[in-house]
Nanobody, 127 residues
């Protein structure tokens, strides 16, 4: 059974940084891709970034490029989301997700293509 556990959220001031972690367990993830999504109150779930485990190739929402960085640690089976220059509009619950990728990693920004989800971690950015 795949299990994803996020951590690292909290209350921070605008302009600061935060690093989220997603610890994955339950199987070998070499054929998987991991994604980060976020959902603010009253809004739809939004794609943030994704990474293919085996290659380390990364994918970002255009609005996140330059401020957010996704990475993985194979030895720890953990995916990270480094968030810099945080803004109040980054306030949301951040979710880690996983899906198996056998060939092309398409539709990586569509949340309904991911099979496994963590419980989410709250990030609140004050102005």
């Amino acid at each position: 059974q795949v299990q994803l556990v996020e951590s690292g959220g909290g209350l921070v001031q605008a302009g600061t940084s935060l690093r989220l972690s997603c610890a994955a367990s339950g199987r070998t993830f070499s054929s998987y891709a991991m994604g980060w999504f976020r959902q603010a109150p009253g809004k739809e779930r939004e794609f943030v970034a994704a990474i293919r485990w085996i290659s380390g190739n990364t994918y970002y929402a255009d609005s996140m490029k330059g401020r957010f960085t996704i990475s993985r640690d194979n030895a720890k089976n953990t995916v990270y989301l480094q968030m810099n220059s945080l803004k109040p509009e980054d306030t949301a619950v951040y979710y880690c997700a996983a899906r198996q990728v056998l060939y092309t990693f398409n539709y990586y920004s569509d949340y309904d293509t991911y099979n496994y989800w963590g419980q989410g971690t709250q990030v609140t950015v004050s102005s």
